[in-house]
T-cell receptor
Framework: SQQGEEDPQALSIQEGENATMNCSYK?????LQWYRQNSGRGLVHLIL?????REKHSGRLRVTLDTSKKSSSLLITASRAADTASYFC????????????FGQGTILTVHP | AAGVIQSPRHLIKEKRETATLKCYPI?????VYWYQQGPGQDPQFLIS???????DKGSIPDRFSAQQFSDYHSELNMSSLELGDSALYFC????????????FGQGTRLTVV
């Protein structure tokens, strides 16, 4: 089974709205990373949050981490059509030698 | 800044043929990872190397092998290709220490016909 489960699987919003994606995981982690993927293309690193951090910001992105609930959320504020992509969370387990375990991804569609 | 370079970007092979994918990590990164992403799927870990030694192995078929060379580039060799091997193959690199991000290449899209 997947380490990360993402919710929702698909999200459709209008430009200017906020988009929130959630990720749950099962084991203890060193960090959790969010990636973006445009259709069939490369994985672009968005943000990393370490297990001792609770919130991080980067531009229009806000990530939270709740290690007690083993969950994270990615908030994209003031969305743009160009934000349309798949978003994956990936966890680095404490004993995984840095390998990442990906969630199933959220497909975000932002309508102009 | 230099990124992870993968070649080729696209590859078409017939069943039972062999394919070799190449990865050039970000300079000074000591760890390389290979992932496979099937259509509509999330990336799945295949194998990793730390300082040119295999460090971890995931769901990599026995038909696949990989190595990392003295210049830190890595190659994924895939033999007896099957239709189900059609996927995006990603390489990523990072510093193993320091709880840092992994950077991914653009991927190689392999199509087996």
């Amino acid at each position: 089974s997947q380490q990360g489960e993402e919710d929702p699987q698909a999200l459709s919003i209008q430009e200017g709205e906020n988009a929130t994606m959630n990720c749950s995981y099962k084991t203890s982690i060193n960090n959790l990373q969010w990636y973006r993927q445009n259709s069939g293309r490369g994985l672009v690193h968005l943000i990393l949050i370490r297990s001792n951090e609770r919130e991080k910001h980067s531009g229009r992105l806000r990530v939270t981490l709740d290690t007690s609930k083993k969950s994270s959320s990615l908030l994209i504020t003031a969305s743009r059509a160009a934000d349309t992509a798949s978003y994956f969370c990936a966890t680095e387990g404490r004993t995984s030698y840095g390998k990442l375990t990906f969630g199933q991804g959220t497909i975000l569609t932002v309508h102009p | 800044a230099a990124g992870v370079i993968q070649s080729p970007r696209h590859l078409i092979k017939e069943k039972r043929e062999t394919a070799t994918l190449k990865c050039y990590p970000i300079p000074r990164h000591d760890t390389v990872y290979w992932y496979q992403q099937g259509p509509g799927q999330d990336p799945q870990f295949l194998i990793s190397f730390y300082e040119k030694m295999q460090s971890d192995k995931g769901s990599i078929p026995d038909r696949f092998s990989a190595q990392q060379f003295s210049d830190y580039h890595s190659e994924l060799n895939m033999s007896s290709l099957e239709l189900g091997d059609s996927a995006l193959y990603f390489c990523a690199s990072r510093f193993r220490q320091g709880n840092t991000e992994a950077f991914f290449g653009q991927g190689t899209r392999l199509t087996v016909v």
